[in-house]
């Protein structure tokens, strides 16, 4: 018998087969063989066709100038925006003790502006400008000033918060002189100020303590000693309203690059070198471009919110200085067109010299160029050091002059 081969090639049938072969029948037709039909293949679903979302339009970048809510401005102190009234109302300028056991401290999250001098015996001691203060809790805890301090404040034309003090008084035209008695200085002193009383602003905790670090007070106890005190509460005409320092605009923060390489790396500051016993220092975060303060060691924060002080610019002020008494009490010259110093912002450092000679005029910085230091947004601390202090910067040793 014949085999029949059939190839598949060209033919849209297949042939299944029986058998290898068959034979043929009468009719001439082939025997043996099955004939199936195939389904054409079944196209795949096409897909619905998707309508193409509009690309989203970009967001136009915030223009700095532009107030994020009606009726706000740029603070005079940070060059944020605040509420229109808080350039109108007055600071507070709160003694804080910066001894180990005085820690954590009431109100540094309102702080914008931070001092460190030094005091008696290898001591310093912290002064902090307080902006909407009026809803804090408490504030504190409180000790006693110093009268350089006082000329410290003055530029900001704030209620001075304190617990006693000045010990000394300056000598001045001749005659004794308490710059916390002078008719435009508006103290609030725990142990009767120029009006022989508090005006009812402090209180202790525990209550009846009549121990050191235990005095505090609060936006409510400050109101009402203001009102019995007669202390009005925005900024008097003395005040000059201003910027108190020169911001650089927003958008095109200072990287103190253009100064090339007068401009050093600033990223580990050691204060110990002014301030002995507190070794006060700050380390720099590169992710939010803030400096990060501690005291002994340890992080300094806020009691209430347990945030860590941070500062945008750090200012080094080499200032004169004299000891006033066997004591070791000092006094510190406010005042001055000839003294330097060092801008810390960004990460970098950069020599400067600062110049004050009025009691209500800021203290200016300058570059060693003559122009004024570009300071960045944020909030200030400045470091009013001895003349023959130092500090160190990322373990290089600096000597103040």
């Known amino acids: 018998m014949k085999k029949l081969c059939l190839s598949a090639l060209g033919l849209m049938l297949v042939f299944a087969v029986a058998g290898c072969g068959g034979e043929k029948s009468d009719s001439g037709k082939l025997s043996g063989v ?26 136009e970048p915030e223009d700095p100038d532009v107030p994020p809510q009606e009726g706000m401005v740029r603070d005079f102190f940070t060059n944020e925006w605040v509420d229109g009234d808080q350039n109108v109302k007055r600071p507070l300028a709160v003694m804080y003790p910066i001894n ?51 000329y410290a404040a003055l530029e900001y034309d704030p209620i001075i918060i304190h617990y006693g003090g000045p010990e000394l008084y300056l000598y001045e035209n ?10 435009d200085v508006d103290n609030i002193n725990g142990v009767g100020g120029k009006m022989g009383s508090d005006g009812g602003a402090f209180f202790r905790v525990p209550a009846g303590s009549t121990s050191e670090h235990t005095a ?9 000693a203001m009102d ?30 253009q100064y090339g390489d007068e401009a050093k790396d600033a990223v580990s500051i050691d204060m110990a070198g002014s301030y002995p016993v507190t070794k006060s220092a700050l380390k720099y975060n590169e992710e939010d471009g803030l400096y990060y303060k501690t005291l002994y060691g340890n992080k300094q924060v806020d009691a209430v919110t347990g945030e860590q002080l941070s500062f945008k610019n750090i200012v080094v002020q080499s ?15 406010m005042h001055d067109t000839t003294k330097d110093g060092y801008f810390i912002t960004n990460g970098k450092m950069i020599h400067i010299n600062w110049k004050k000679t009025a009691d209500y005029e800021p203290t200016k910085y300058y570059d060693d ?33």
């Open 369 to 401: 160029n003559g122009e004024e230091v570009l300071f960045n947004t944020g909030r200030t601390m400045i470091f009013v050091a001895k003349e023959d202090g130092s500090f160190e910067v990322d373990g290089n040793k600096i000597e103040l002059k």
């Open 34 to 59: 099955v004939f199936e039909e195939v389904e054409k293949p079944v196209e795949a679903p096409q897909p619905e066709p998707v309508e193409e979302e509009p690309a989203a339009e970009e967001e």
């Open 174 to 183: 001749g005659g004794l002189l308490n710059p916390s008695t002078r008719d």
């Open 216 to 224: 505090y007070t609060d936006g409510e106890h400050i109101k009402g």
């Open 100 to 150: 180990k056991q005085a820690q954590p401290q009431y109100g540094l999250d309102k702080v914008t502006v931070f001092y460190e001098i030094m005091e008696e015996g290898d001591m310093s001691r912290q002064m902090g400008i307080l902006e909407d203060w009026e809803g804090l809790e408490r504030i504190g805890n409180i000790r006693s000033i110093r009268d350089y301090f006082i």
């Open 319 to 333: 200032t004169y200085y004299e000891k006033r008494d066997a004591k070791g009490y000092l006094a510190f010259r």
């Open 228 to 257: 019995k005190l007669k202390y009005q509460a925005n900024h008097k005409s003395q005040y000059i309203g201003e910027k108190h320092f020169q911001f650089a605009p927003v958008n095109e923060p200072n990287t103190l690059e």
